[in-house]
């Protein structure tokens, strides 16, 4: 199936009730840089995200993530590897709090990993929710895979 978004195309694949979808072409938006005592990648997996490695999730901070997503116009990640798997925190911008999963953000950690050679060509991703994702990229093309969950049903009536 493919589907229009803001970004483009997307295109996925539902067996079963595993889900893997073809995200839109990452791309690098300006160079590491260093602010607030962290490195931070800049990168657009479908809206612009920034992204930072630390030894310790648990050092999200809040208040910087809130200035940097206002400096930068962006979302905001911080990104810890341990055996081979990512864990992102995010603070995204619309809902102006951290969320539980952000899908672009985890591409962007993958993509600022894989870019860095701090990762393979595929990894486990966690989201502070802690469900299981699996993140590769093939080329330039970015493939994000998970369980399928229904959450709601509804009718549109025309």
Request: with cysteine.
């Amino acid at each position: 199936m493919r589907f229009m978004t803001g970004a483009g195309v997307i295109h996925s694949c539902v067996e079963g009730d595993v889900v893997e979808t073809e995200l839109t072409e990452p791309k690098k938006l300006r160079d590491s840089f260093e602010e607030n005592g962290l490195v931070w990648y800049f990168c657009d997996t479908g809206v612009p995200h920034l992204v930072t490695f630390v030894e310790d999730i648990g050092c999200f901070d809040k208040t910087i993530a809130r200035q940097m997503r206002f400096k930068y116009n962006a979302n905001v990640n911080y990104a810890m590897i341990r055996e081979k798997a990512l864990h992102v925190r995010t603070y995204e911008r619309g809902v102006e709090d951290e969320t539980l999963a952000c899908g672009t953000g985890m591409a962007a950690c993958f993509y600022s990993a894989y870019r860095e050679k701090f990762l393979e060509d595929c990894a486990k991703v966690y989201p502070t929710s802690q469900e299981e994702l699996q993140l590769r990229i093939e080329g330039n093309k970015l493939f994000f895979k998970g369980l399928v969950q229904k959450v709601f049903e509804t009718t549109l009536e025309l």
